[in-house]
């Protein structure tokens, strides 16, 4: 059964949108989706790589000061292995082409089913351009960042008193 879930990357960076660019500029980058759309691809990462599209089109980019866009085509988040390392980083963008990624031990084993975060760690950007409905966002450097990913709050409806 399928479960809706909502990744989010925010963060404090710097970079371009369109023909505006921002500085140390709060960002938060939401994507909503559901645990159907996790899958492994082993053509690009190694063999067991989790990964989520975020083929339901509703997400959001919201960065301080602009206006709020949306993503012009389906982008993938996906939970790589750092080398030998115990740490994971958990990454936005269209395989092998990053966005961005945010590293943490939290995410090693994680695999994008349930929630997890707030969770910290050193973000990594590659400078490429991602297309969206305001132009071209780009990162050109990341200050802070964070990932979570949230399940719906469960409502209980009480049975009636007889």
């Known amino acids: 059964m399928a479960n809706l879930i909502t990744y989010i990357f925010s963060g404090v ?6 023909t505006a660019g921002f500085t140390n500029a709060e960002f938060r980058i939401t994507i ?12 690009i990462y190694p063999a067991g790589t989790p990964m989520v599209s975020s083929a339901m089109r509703a997400d ?13 085509r389906a982008l993938n988040i996906a939970v790589l292995s750092i080398n030998q390392s115990h ?3 958990v990454a ?6 990053l966005l ?6 939290e995410f090693r084993g ?3 089913n349930h929630a997890i975060g707030p969770v910290s760690g050193v973000a990594t950007v590659t400078g490429r351009a991602f297309p969206t409905a305001a132009g071209a966002l780009v990162f050109s450097n990341i200050a802070s960042a964070a990932f979570q990913a ?3 709050a469960v409502t209980t409806h009480p049975k009636p008193s007889r």
């Open 13 to 18: 960076g710097s970079g371009s949108l369109g």
């Open 32 to 43: 909503p989706t559901n645990t159907d759309c996790i899958y492994t691809d082993n053509s």
């Open 60 to 72: 959001e980019i919201a960065i301080a000061g602009l206006n709020t866009t949306v993503f012009e």
């Open 87 to 89: 740490e994971s980083k």
């Open 92 to 97: 936005l963008g269209e395989a092998p082409d």
């Open 100 to 105: 961005l990624g945010i590293a943490g031990s």
């Open 110 to 112: 994680y695999g994008l």
């Open 150 to 152: 949230i399940l719906p």
